[in-house]
């Protein structure tokens, strides 16, 4: 089993659409998580943290369920510089590394 | 501006050559950096950990002798993809922890290498 699993998409929506993600992972010992936004061929960038409480930045609002291992991640009123592979990222205890998704990549349409 | 830095961003290089990446912390010492690959269409995937003074941490299924990966000091790692082949051509990325304990990572640019 994947550490993180990530539907890979693709998600196409308009313009001002409202979309989520959602990412389960697999260790319950997981302590901090994470949404990277990548654009093609480019290196990941950090979009977000995600807390326990749930997080908002702007558009972007992360929510993180420990009970059920899952994360999302909600965009509001899309835009079209929005398009780019999300990634769902945890970082696990002592592990001293990240685990990624494979991402899902967002198509935002005029 | 980018706190880590790696070069060369693209190379192309001949079947059975050797070819070097730098990864570079540049206003932090990071005693950890993580390589990792990324094929086309799929997720970054780690390759190994990277400790400064000491020998790296290979994923398994990574070939140690072929992946070549050296942390001189707290600001430099490097990757030497050694007797390169068609199939190593990938996206190759680098991070770094800042700060002791922090949990915030920073990446490369991500180096393109092309193995003709």
């Known amino acids: 089993r994947k550490e993180v699993e990530q539907d890979p998409g693709p998600f196409n929506v308009p313009e001002g659409a409202t979309v989520a993600f959602n990412c389960t992972y697999s260790n319950s010992a997981s302590q901090s998580f994470f949404w990277y936004r990548q654009d093609c061929r480019k290196e990941p960038k950090l979009l977000m943290s995600?807390?326990?409480s749930g997080n908002e930045d702007g558009r972007f609002t992360a929510q993180l369920n420990r009970a059920s291992q899952y994360i999302s991640l909600l965009i509001r009123d899309s835009k079209l510089s929005d398009s780019a592979t999300y990634l769902c990222v945890v970082d696990q205890t002592g592990a001293n590394n990240l685990f990624f998704g494979t991402g899902t990549r967002l198509t935002v349409i005029p | 501006g980018a706190v880590v830095s790696q070069h060369p961003s693209w190379v192309i290089c001949k079947s059975g050559t050797s070819v070097k990446i730098e990864c570079r912390s540049l206003d932090f010492q990071a005693t950890t950096m993580f390589w990792y690959r990324q094929f086309p269409k799929q997720s970054l995937m780690l390759m190994a950990t990277s400790n400064e003074g000491s020998k790296a941490t290979y994923e398994q299924g990574v070939e140690k002798d072929k992946f070549l990966i050296n942390h001189a000091s707290l600001t430099l790692s490097t990757l030497t993809v050694t007797s390169a082949h068609p199939e190593d051509s990938s996206f190759y990325i680098c991070s770094a922890r800042r700060g002791w304990g922090g949990n915030t990572i920073y990446f490369g640019e991500g180096s393109w290498l092309t193995v003709v």
């Open positions: 995600v807390y326990s």
